[in-house]
T-cell receptor, first 117, second 112 residues
Framework: GAGVSQSPRYKVTKRGQDVALRCDPI?????LYWYRQALGQGPEFLTY????????KSGLPNDRFSAERPEGSISTLTIQRTEQRDSAMYRC???????????????FGPGTRLLVL | GQQLNQSPQSMFIQEGEDVSMNCTSS?????WLWYKQDPGEGPVLLIA?????ELTSNGRLTAQFGITRKDSFLNISASIPSDVGIYFC????????????FGKGTKLSVKP
């Protein structure tokens, strides 16, 4: 695609429900990143993939959060048993190369705004 | 999670004025990046810096990678209304494998 796309753009859910957020990276991009951005803050790293392999999940807050990229393209971030503190903008980014080189440009998607009631 | 110290938090300036914002870190980075975020959009890369002391320009934007590798600044000259937005610095440490650490952002407002 022309850019990184994410769906849904907005998600309202009740506390305790599971949610799945989807990211469609730029076609051909090897690396895919997930960030969380609270209001008035910068994006905060969650996890990233090279192809289908999850390389770093050190930013995932707890074991309710998981991510997968089974075919090395589309990725899903899943939050189980959502809590109100999970409310935030969840952003996906992708980069062309492996992600092991410094400074490779990460292209961000428009994000999914999650609201947990 | 770790975030950088970015200042100022917000700026309200007249069109035509120059703007300066900076970012500091307690740890060393090997790459400094500056992004701009418009409402409803994701951050867009403006300038990337890869060497300590490096000074790089992109049109009216100039950014420098601090010599200590713990800071960076961004200057915007002759601001125009479309410069409005939130500017984020981001740093990447060697061995961080793609993990960007962002500042809290500087919100820029430009009065015509």
């Amino acid at each position: 695609g022309a850019g990184v796309s994410q769906s849904p753009r907005y998600k309202v859910t009740k506390r305790g429900q599971d949610v799945a957020l989807r990211c469609d990276p730029i076609s051909g991009h090897v690396s895919l990143y997930w960030y969380r951005q609270a209001l008035g803050q910068g994006p905060e790293f969650l996890t990233y993939f090279n192809y289908e392999a999850q390389q770093d999940k050190s930013g995932l807050p707890n074991d309710r959060f998981s991510a997968e990229r089974p075919e090395g393209s589309i990725s899903t971030l899943t939050i189980q048993r959502t809590e109100q503190r999970d409310s935030a903008m969840y952003r996906c980014a992708s980069s062309l190369n492996s992600g092991t080189g410094l400074g490779e440009t990460q292209y961000f998607g428009p994000g999914t705004r999650l609201l947990v009631l | 999670g770790q975030q950088l110290n970015q200042s100022p938090q917000s700026m309200f300036i007249q069109e035509g004025e120059d703007v300066s914002m900076n970012c500091t870190s307690s740890s060393i980075f090997n790459t400094w990046l500056w992004y701009k975020q418009d409402p409803g959009e994701g951050p867009v890369l403006l300038i990337a810096l890869y060497k300590a002391g490096e000074l790089t320009s992109n049109g009216r934007l100039t950014a420098q990678f601090g010599i200590t590798r713990k800071d960076s600044f961004l200057n915007i000259s002759a601001s125009i209304p479309s410069d409005v937005g939130i500017y984020f610095c981001a740093g990447q440490a060697r061995g961080s494998q793609g993990n960007l650490i962002f500042g809290k952002g500087t919100k820029l407002s430009v009065k015509p």
